[in-house]
């Protein structure tokens, strides 16, 4: 059982930044692929942006190329969303999710992960 915590959410005006954190349990932290994913008002959770076990690999939405950036400290048991050019359509429930082992990669899969955190609520003013 991994047990994740986002933080770093809060609200911020359009262009701004923000890192996101997500810190997990167990010591098994190093094999897990992690992703971050968002849901806003209304809408389904989408893929955000995800980090191979390994941290060799990386994988973005195009909305958020360019300004989104992930990364993972697996001494710290941690993976990190760096925010920055914030735009109101970022505007969301940040979730962290962490997938087991697996044979193929499958980053922006939904179903691809195993745990999942409670959420961050970004917002941008404009």
């Known amino acids: 059982q991994v047990l994740l915590v986002e933080s770093g959410g809060g609200l911020v005006q359009a262009g701004g930044s923000l890192r996101l954190s997500c810190a997990a349990s167990g010591r098994a932290f190093s094999t897990y692929d992690m992703g971050w994913f968002r849901q806003a008002p209304g809408k389904g959770r989408e893929f955000v942006s995800a980090?191979?076990?390994?941290?060799?690999?990386?994988s973005y939405t195009d909305s958020v190329k360019g300004r989104f950036t992930i990364s993972k400290d697996n001494a710290r048991n941690t993976v990190y969303l760096e925010m920055n050019s914030l735009k109101p359509e970022d505007t969301a429930v940040y979730y962290c999710?962490?997938?087991?082992?697996?044979?193929?990669?499958?980053?922006?899969?939904?179903?691809?992960?195993?745990?999942w955190g409670q959420g961050t609520q970004v917002t941008v003013s404009s």
């Open positions: 999710a962490a997938a087991a082992k697996r044979l193929t990669w499958a980053p922006n899969n939904i179903d691809y992960y195993d745990y």
């Open positions: 980090i191979h076990s390994t941290g060799s690999s990386t």
